[in-house]
């Protein structure tokens, strides 16, 4: 890879996973930056992402005013990357639920495929642990009820461990994308899918958080609901 990735990692009051999250991505490969999206938590999550962009040049800070959501903090940092000609970049969170030694596999991966996914449930294998059944099965039937509505071949549109060539956030108008919970990950996918790109699931390890608290909500599943039908229709009358 001569090409340089950037690693976007949202955050909202994750202070006690930012310290050990940001030196384990670091040292996965020498030409992968990190960008810390933070809505202004209130824990010092930002004020910690800061002191590690003073310690180390290829950690870089953006702060937002309140708490805007995880698909608004991606779209910030989809053109943050692209302003600044990063060839891989990813999705990542910050909670230790996804293992950077999975880096290296995505960036093998997207040699030949333009967005890289990493799946909880290949091929019928489900690799999930630490989650109560009502939340694995929760997730489990979305992609069901996703892939149904949709029409996509997706194992896990939901799973928000990615890598996009930069050529794919340029096709996508991201100024359209209208998600900004959990569907905001199967409406990416969707549109990449639309666009005719190559994509390529890899089998991740995902582990559940052990310190801070889920994002999880309602409100986040009622919108996964409603935006598949979105995108749907949105494919019906060619508008995708």
């Known amino acids: 890879m001569a090409e340089r990735g950037l690693v976007i990692v949202p955050t909202y009051n994750e202070a006690s996973n930012i310290r050990q999250i940001v030196p384990e991505i670091l040292k ?132 928000g461990f990615k890598c996009f060539r930069r050529k794919v956030l340029h096709a996508i108008d991201l100024d359209s994308i209208k998600s900004n919970g959990y569907s905001f990950q199967i409406e990416m996918s969707f549109r990449a899918m639309r666009k005719g790109f190559r994509i390529r699931e890899i089998p991740i390890l995902f582990v559940d958080r052990t310190d801070g608290e889920s994002k999880m909500s309602g409100a986040i599943v009622r919108e996964a609901i409603w935006m598949v039908w979105r995108l749907r229709l949105q494919t019906l009358a060619r508008k995708l």
Request: proline fraction near 4%.
């Open 28 to 159: 996965q490969d020498q030409r992968i930056d990190i960008l810390v999206v933070d809505d202004s938590s209130p824990d010092g999550t930002g004020q910690i992402a800061d002191e590690l962009a003073l310690q180390e040049p290829r950690v870089h800070v953006l702060h937002r005013e309140g708490k805007q959501g995880l698909g608004t903090a991606y779209i910030a940092g989809f053109k943050w990357a692209l302003e600044r000609n990063y060839e891989y970049i990813f999705e990542m969170d910050a909670d230790h639920s996804h293992d950077p030694k999975h880096l290296p596999e995505f960036l093998e991966a997207a040699q030949e495929a333009d967005l890289v996914l990493g799946s909880r449930y290949l091929n019928g294998r489900v690799t999930v642990v630490n989650w109560p059944m009502t939340r694995l099965l929760l997730s489990y039937f979305a992609n069901i009820y996703a892939r149904i509505v949709t029409g996509h071949r997706i194992c896990d549109a939901t799973g």
